[in-house]
């Protein structure tokens, strides 16, 4: 009979794999082998590009109009609720995943969700900086909306069919329900500018703090630690991906009157950063540390929305230099500099910070990378200043990742060494 039961169990996986029927959310293997990104998955992360190209796109507008505090506020704001989105969504994807059709159709509607909010960006921002009188985020409420249903009718599935977690998933519903209420009544009650961002801070802790009542004191949820992290990478690379799209934009704005050096030095400095941010992200072993402690998986996962942030960041000031270099930007050469060196700067932080949170680890070597990564940034900047081509300033710059490429290449790969060493012992 036990035979005949394993050949039944086989029948049904091969034909959940051509037919998306109903299946019970009674959540995924932990410890399953060779898990990866689903096509569904990567579908949603395309919203995503969207959303963040259009938060870089309205960002370097503001900066170029010397709406710096405004446009740094807005994008900020912006950053949260699009990250946010993803992040939900991902690490209950990554338990609960079943692929069937409710499945299926409900991580679309989330996704027209996240297309509703990217449209609202526009006027949120406009509101920010044009000193209105209201913060005019309804359009971004109404996305999220679309986006929250979908996900309350996910974790509803899971409750239902997941006894042994039931209580993890009600704390999630509860959370995302209460969260949800209190945007709307900041959308629909009209406080000034300054009001509403102030009293975002209790919805913003009620959306963080859910999760992590859940996960810790509700029994959690059977989430993958390397499906997340290489979720996370994705994210990341799509986030670069606005670098390349700044770069591009910067290309198209001054190359109308023909190539020059300057559109050659602001492409190399565009792609270096780019690549060498890549280079840096994924030299760390996260899905083994996760797999090995999956308590430290807050600090992973709430870590990298300001990251996300800070690399859309570095794209949009590369459209920025762009303005500046077609006499479009309100900004000083320095000013134009430090819309890129501001965000290098905060990913850079970000990336050690994160790395030595994750690993518990404090290695002396990586205080050596950040005082080189500070010289580098450091000259770009005193080159703008004493009058230097803002794209040999932008070249300068660029190098700032790869003082922590050639460090890691030559010295750092022994710290990871021993970190992977810690985790097996």
Same mark, same amino acid.
């Given at each position: 009979?036990?035979?005949?039961?394993?050949?039944?169990?086989?029948?049904?996986?091969?034909?959940?794999?051509?037919?998306?029927?109903?299946?019970?959310?009674?959540?995924?293997?932990?410890?399953?082998?060779?898990?990866?990104?689903?096509?569904?998955?990567?579908?949603?992360?395309?919203?995503?590009?969207?959303?963040?190209?259009?938060?870089?796109?309205?960002?370097?507008?503001?900066?170029?109009?010397?709406?710096?505090?405004?446009?740094?506020?807005?994008?900020?704001?912006?950053?949260?609720?699009?990250?946010?989105?993803?992040?939900?969504?991902?690490?209950?994807?990554?338990?609960?995943?079943?692929?069937?059709?409710?499945?299926?159709?409900?991580?679309?509607?989330?996704?027209?969700?996240?297309?509703?909010?990217?449209?609202?960006?526009?006027?949120?921002?406009?509101?920010?900086?044009?000193? +209105?009188?209201?913060?005019?985020?309804?359009?971004?409420?109404? +996305?999220?909306?679309?986006?929250?249903? !979908?996900?309350?009718?996910?974790?509803?599935?899971?409750?239902?069919?997941?006894?042994?977690?039931?209580?993890?998933?009600?704390?999630?519903?509860?959370?995302?329900?209460?969260?949800?209420?209190?945007?709307?009544?900041?959308?629909?009650?009209?406080?000034?500018?300054?009001?509403?961002?102030?009293?975002?801070?209790?919805?913003?802790?009620?959306?963080?703090?859910?999760?992590?009542?859940?996960?810790?004191?509700? +029994?959690?949820?059977?989430?993958?630690?390397?499906?997340?992290?290489?979720?996370?990478?994705?994210?990341?690379?799509?986030?670069?991906?606005?670098?390349?799209?700044?770069?591009?934009?910067?290309?198209?704005?001054?190359?109308?009157?023909?190539?020059?050096?300057?559109?050659?030095?602001?492409?190399?400095?565009?792609?270096?950063?780019?690549?060498?941010?890549?280079?840096?992200?994924?030299?760390?072993?996260?899905?083994?540390?996760?797999? !090995?402690?999956?308590?430290?998986?807050?600090?992973?996962?709430?870590?990298?929305?300001?990251?996300?942030?800070?690399?859309?960041?570095?794209?949009? +000031?590369?459209?920025?230099?762009?303005?500046?270099?077609?006499?479009?930007?309100?900004?000083?050469?320095?000013?134009?500099?430090?819309?890129?060196?501001?965000?290098?700067?905060?990913?850079?932080?970000?990336?050690?910070?994160?790395?030595?949170?994750?690993?518990?680890?404090?290695?002396?070597?990586?205080?050596?990378?950040?005082?080189?990564?500070?010289?580098?940034?450091?000259?770009?900047?005193?080159?703008?200043?004493?009058?230097?081509?803002?794209?040999?300033?932008?070249?300068?710059?660029?190098?700032?990742?790869?003082?922590?490429?050639?460090?890691?290449?030559?010295?750092?790969?022994?710290?990871?060494?021993?970190?992977?060493?810690?985790?097996?012992?």
């Amino acid at each position: 009979m036990s035979e005949q039961h394993a050949e039944q169990a086989e029948d049904r996986d091969a034909e959940s794999a051509v037919r998306h029927r109903h299946r019970r959310m009674t959540g995924r293997d932990p410890r399953e082998r060779h898990r990866t990104a689903t096509p569904l998955e990567l579908l949603f992360d395309l919203t995503f590009v969207v959303a963040f190209g259009t938060a870089a796109n309205e960002l370097a507008h503001a900066l170029a109009e010397d709406h710096v505090a405004a446009g740094i506020v807005a994008f900020c704001f912006a950053t949260f609720g699009i990250s946010w989105a993803w992040v939900n969504f991902t690490w209950f994807a990554s338990a609960y995943d079943t692929d069937d059709w409710v499945y299926r159709l409900t991580t679309m509607v989330q996704m027209v969700g996240v297309l509703v909010f990217a449209v609202g960006l526009h006027p949120m921002f406009k509101s920010v900086y044009d000193h +209105g009188e209201t913060l005019d985020n309804d359009v971004m409420v109404w +996305g999220y909306v679309v986006m929250r249903a !979908a996900m309350l009718v996910q974790w509803w599935r899971a409750g239902q069919h997941d006894p042994s977690r039931r209580g993890a998933c009600r704390t999630y519903i509860v959370s995302i329900a209460i969260a949800q209420v209190l945007w709307c009544v900041l959308a629909l009650v009209d406080l000034p500018v300054v009001t509403t961002l102030v009293l975002i801070i209790v919805p913003f802790l009620v959306e963080i703090g859910g999760p992590a009542y859940a996960e810790t004191k509700r +029994g959690g949820t059977p989430w993958h630690a390397h499906h997340i992290a290489e979720r996370y990478g994705l994210m990341v690379i799509i986030a670069l991906g606005e670098g390349m799209i700044g770069t591009m934009a910067s290309i198209n704005v001054l190359a109308e009157d023909g190539l020059t050096s300057d559109i050659g030095l602001l492409a190399l400095a565009g792609t270096a950063l780019t690549f060498g941010i890549w280079w840096s992200y994924f030299a760390v072993p996260a899905a083994e540390v996760l797999h !090995a402690h999956r308590e430290r998986s807050f600090g992973f996962g709430y870590g990298h929305m300001p990251l996300f942030g800070s690399i859309v960041a570095v794209g949009a +000031g590369l459209h920025v230099a762009a303005y500046y270099l077609d006499d479009q930007a309100h900004l000083t050469r320095t000013g134009t500099l430090l819309t890129v060196a501001v965000p290098v700067i905060a990913a850079t932080l970000l990336f050690y910070a994160g790395y030595a949170l994750l690993t518990r680890t404090l290695d002396a070597f990586h205080l050596v990378l950040l005082a080189i990564s500070a010289l580098v940034i450091a000259a770009a900047v005193l080159m703008a200043m004493a009058g230097a081509e803002l794209t040999w300033c932008l070249v300068v710059l660029s190098l700032t990742p790869w003082v922590t490429v050639v460090g890691y290449e030559s010295f750092g790969y022994r710290h990871n060494m021993e970190v992977l060493e810690g985790l097996r012992s």
